[in-house]
Every structure is written in C-alpha cells, then in structure tokens.
C-alpha cells in the first residue's frame, strides 16, 4: 500500500496563510495522480484540489485562486498552498492517489491520515 503522510496544518487567522505536505516514503508519488480533500465535522469529504501525472491542475470553485497544488519530484512531495484563508477552509485535510485526478473521493484509491487546518481569530 502507498503511504501517505500530511502535514503542514494548523491554527491561521482569517486571511493567513499555510503550506500542506503530502509525502511518501515507499512510492514515488509523480506515478500517481495526487489529491487533496478536507472533511469539516458533520460535513461531507470534498475535493478541493489535484494534481495528474501530467502535472495538470484542478481546483474546487470554492478555492480557485487561492490555493495552488504543486509537486516537488526530488522531494517526492506533493504541496498545497493556501492563501487568503477563509473560517470555511477550516477542516481535516488529506491527500490520496490515483491513477487519474478526481475531486471525487470514491475515485481515489490510498488515503493519508490527515493535518488540521483551523481557521480562527
């Protein structure tokens, strides 16, 4: 199984900014498309942003830009961006692998366990 690790989350005031981190230590993750999704408490899992093999981008309306994916191949890591930070960024954040991007979670087949964002003053 790929193993995903996130990390990067954390308390932002409105208007702050993060940077999340998706690594692997057992699978080049640039084999992989690569997504982020976030999970607020009594909320659905959305797709908030992924990143193909081919390095083509895709974004949920709701963070259009503000956020920006990107891979780091030599660091075999997988960034998102977040700018302009909003309380309703606030959520469980996690990245998975496809084969191909979806921001549809039931497409994407290995999940990490996530980083915390909170957006609060």
């Known amino acids: 199984q790929v193993q995903l690790v996130e990390s990067g989350g954390g308390l932002v005031q409105p208007g702050g900014s993060l940077r999340l981190s998706c690594a692997s230590s057992?699978?080049?993750?640039?084999?992989?498309?690569i997504g982020w999704f976030r999970q607020a408490p009594g909320k659905e899992r959305e797709g908030v942003s992924c990143?193909?093999?081919?390095?083509?981008?895709y974004y949920a309306d709701s963070v259009k830009g503000r956020f920006t994916i990107s891979r780091d191949n030599a660091k075999n890591t997988v960034y998102l961006q977040m700018n302009s930070l909003e309380p309703e960024d606030a959520a469980l954040y996690y990245c998975?692998?496809?084969?191909?991007?979806?921001?549809?979670?039931?497409?994407?087949?290995?999940w990490g366990k996530g980083t915390l964002v909170t957006v609060s003053s």
């Open positions: 998975a692998t496809g084969l191909l991007c979806s921001l549809y979670y039931y497409a994407m087949d290995f």
């Open positions: 057992r699978f080049t993750l640039d084999d992989y498309a």
């Open positions: 990143i193909s093999r081919h390095n083509d981008t």
